[in-house]
């Protein structure tokens, strides 16, 4: 039996429901494999072929909007390029969800203490290198990533 979700997309997993952000994944990591700016029909024949072309473009757009894919013209249509990957997208995500809140420091806080050790040290650490990399990029030498410790949205952290 095939059902078919909200958007459109149809799956032959009874009751399967797409995790939060899982097609987007899904269309960046084909783009991502794809060899030059393709079009949307490329992009839904990589996924399987089994989603209407409307939900692949709705896909496309959203991710343009965040900034994660760009388009250019090709013919009538467009053909579309990765511009972010995977933790790009999740990244996004997470600091809309943050702008969203009035109390930052509060979220933050919250944040980092409810994190496992491990993910601590490693956020200790990416800050720090942050750090580093600022102090080199305001002494004019460049810093070692070469966007100031950025990532690839060129956000730095509030501060």
């Given at each position: 039996?095939t059902?078919r979700?909200e958007?459109?997309a149809?799956s032959d997993?009874?009751?399967?429901r797409?995790?939060q952000?899982?097609?987007e994944?899904?269309?960046?990591?084909a783009?991502k494999?794809?060899?030059?700016p393709?079009p949307a029909g490329?992009v839904r024949?990589?996924?399987?072929?089994t989603l209407?072309?409307?939900?692949v473009?709705?896909?496309?757009?959203?991710?343009?909007?965040?900034?994660?894919?760009?388009?250019?013209?090709a013919?009538?249509?467009?053909a579309?390029t990765?511009a972010?990957d995977a933790?790009g997208?999740?990244?996004?995500?997470?600091r809309?969800?943050l702008?969203s809140?009035?109390?930052?420091?509060a979220?933050?806080?919250s944040?980092?203490?409810?994190?496992?050790p491990?993910d601590e040290?490693?956020?200790?650490?990416?800050?720090?290198?942050t750090?580093?990399?600022?102090e080199?990029?305001?002494?004019g030498?460049g810093?070692?990533?070469?966007?100031g410790?950025?990532?690839?949205?060129?956000?730095?952290?509030?501060?």
């Amino acid at each position: 039996m095939t059902e078919r979700y909200e958007d459109g997309a149809r799956s032959d997993a009874p009751g399967r429901r797409r995790g939060q952000g899982e097609l987007e994944a899904q269309v960046l990591s084909a783009l991502k494999a794809a060899p030059e700016p393709v079009p949307a029909g490329w992009v839904r024949e990589r996924l399987g072929g089994t989603l209407a072309y409307t939900t692949v473009m709705t896909i496309l757009t959203r991710l343009q909007a965040k900034g994660a894919v760009t388009r250019e013209r090709a013919g009538r249509s467009f053909a579309w390029t990765a511009a972010a990957d995977a933790a790009g997208l999740a990244a996004h995500r997470m600091r809309r969800v943050l702008d969203s809140e009035s109390d930052r420091e509060a979220v933050l806080a919250s944040f980092v203490s409810s994190l496992p050790p491990g993910d601590e040290e490693l956020l200790r650490r990416l800050l720090h290198e942050t750090d580093e990399t600022d102090e080199t990029d305001e002494g004019g030498e460049g810093g070692a990533t070469g966007e100031g410790g950025r990532g690839a949205s060129g956000e730095g952290r509030a501060g």
